[in-house]
């Protein structure tokens, strides 16, 4: 038991590969012997070294540790003789401080590489949250486009479903087909269209037989000029009561009211 106290502070020396001599002989001997204290207690300096080399980058060494190999060295340094008065035998014990620098720069070692590995991870990481998070946005963009593309489909080929051909300004206007469900709403259809000015876009007019003409949604073709969109009429205006679509040039948020001579007329037969 006494002996095991005095070898309680080489257990982690022991475990790093850095004990020598009769210290280390008498370690081994309590260890084959199953010492109930030597055993856990090198066991438990085992999984502190193991922990070092798994530590988190801004960690520090157990302070009891680095404190216990600290004294240690400079114990081997004070007990260390000069060279002239070293005699034979015991110049192998004294002039061996190399174990604990060995030690010591061992630990040091294991945060340098630990460090360096840590950093590595955390790049790696990085880039890997980066691309999956684009992935990710990637996905809900075409998850999002492909539900529009259902409810497109869906009010194109709804029984109810009325086809408008609005006709345009000029030759050069493309025609826009509307496929208007009163329940669904209106898809518009077009290619070709024309460009818009910055902060300007089209609405789409529900004109009744009487009354004012109501919104149906404001649209914007890509820059392609390509035109695929699902609208919603403001209010309760059915087939039956409007006379015409009619789509003109807006501020991009939409205007209550048309503030422009209809591009796009097409009647409601
Ligand atoms: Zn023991």
């Known amino acids: 038991m006494k002996d095991c106290l005095r070898l309680k502070e080489h257990y982690e020396a022991f475990v790093l590969g850095a004990l020598e001599g009769e210290e280390r002989a008498e370690l081994d001997a309590h260890l084959a012997r199953g010492c109930p ?21 801004d960690a520090e060494p157990p302070a009891a540790l680095r404190a216990r190999l600290m004294q ?23 002039t061996i401080p190399f174990w604990a620098w ?27 949250r ?59 259809s077009a290619q070709k269209m024309p460009s818009l000015p910055t902060g300007r876009a089209f609405q789409l007019w529900v004109v009744p037989r009487k009354g004012n003409p109501l919104s149906a949604g404001v649209f914007q073709p890509d820059a392609a000029g390509n035109l695929l969109q699902l609208t919603r009429v403001e209010g309760s205006v ?24 209809p591009a796009w007329v097409g009647p409601i037969i």
Not at 76 to 92: F, R
Not at 239 to 249: G, Q, S
Request: aromatic fraction near 6%.
């Open 102 to 128: 060995a030690a010591a720069a061992a630990v040091v070692l294991f945060f340098a590489v630990t460090l360096w590995q840590a950093r590595q991870f955390e790049e790696q990481l990085a880039t890997v």
């Open 130 to 188: 980066s691309d999956y998070k684009r992935a990710q946005n990637e996905k809900d963009r075409l998850e999002a486009q492909r539900r529009e593309m259902e409810s497109i489909l869906a009010v194109v080929a709804a029984p109810g479903t009325r086809e408008v051909r609005l006709k345009g300004e000029g030759q050069s206007a493309p025609a826009v087909k509307a496929y208007w469900n009163e329940e669904q709403g209106v898809v518009l």
């Open 238 to 261: 059915g087939l039956k009561d409007a006379a015409a679509l009619a789509i003109t040039e807006e501020p991009a948020g939409g205007s209550p009211q048309p503030t422009s001579k």
């Open 37 to 57: 204290v030597c055993t856990p207690g090198v066991a438990e300096a085992r999984w502190v070294v193991a922990q070092l080399s798994h530590a988190a980058p």
């Open 72 to 94: 240690r060295v400079a114990e081997t340094k004070q007990l260390s003789v000069p060279q002239g008065e070293m005699s034979e035998e015991h110049g192998a014990r004294f």
